[in-house]
């Protein structure tokens, strides 16, 4: 098996607030293409939820939940075309659900991000023959 590297490279951020009742695949997408972020992760996350889409492992299909949702942690990586999110929240009795981030989650009452950057790298996503799925490609701008 092959494993995929790159060099170093510099990093920069970013921070943004979303609002209560913003789509976050839409937020997100919109500040990625205004900042032209080619290698782009998610470095930190706070807030709520009031809908929830989550895929979880294994299964094709979307799962959504209504109701009120902190977020514990929101991570993966991010690029002009496309990104790589997996989200955990927790429901108002502290009961846990996770699994890959969908569109169709809306904020509750904030969503606090911090976004960094690699500088001299660029995210994309091709076909990998293991997996099955388009992943992750790392390359030098």
């Known amino acids: 098996m092959t494993t995929f590297y790159s060099q170093p490279s ?3 951020f970013h921070a943004l607030r979303l609002l209560p009742g913003e789509e976050v695949f839409s ?4 500040f990625i293409q205004q900042h032209q972020l080619q ?10 939820l009031t809908n929830v ?4 492992a294994g ?9 009120t949702w902190e977020i514990i942690s929101l991570n993966g990586t991010l690029e002009l075309t496309g990104e790589h999110l997996h989200l955990a929240i927790a429901d108002q009795h502290g009961a846990m659900l ?6 169709g989650c809306t904020v509750r009452t904030t969503l606090e991000l911090v976004i960094g950057e690699l500088a ?6 091709q076909p990998c023959a293991v997996s099955g799925y388009d992943e992750l490609v790392i390359s030098s701008r």
């Open 10 to 12: 510099e990093a920069r």
């Open 59 to 67: 299964c094709e299909e979307t799962t959504l939940h209504t109701g």
């Open 39 to 48: 290698a782009a992760w998610i470095a930190g996350c706070t807030g709520s």
């Open 120 to 125: 001299s790298l660029a995210f994309s996503r």
């Open 27 to 30: 937020a997100l997408h919109a």
């Open 98 to 103: 996770g699994g890959h981030m969908m569109p």
């Open 53 to 56: 889409a989550l895929r979880f």
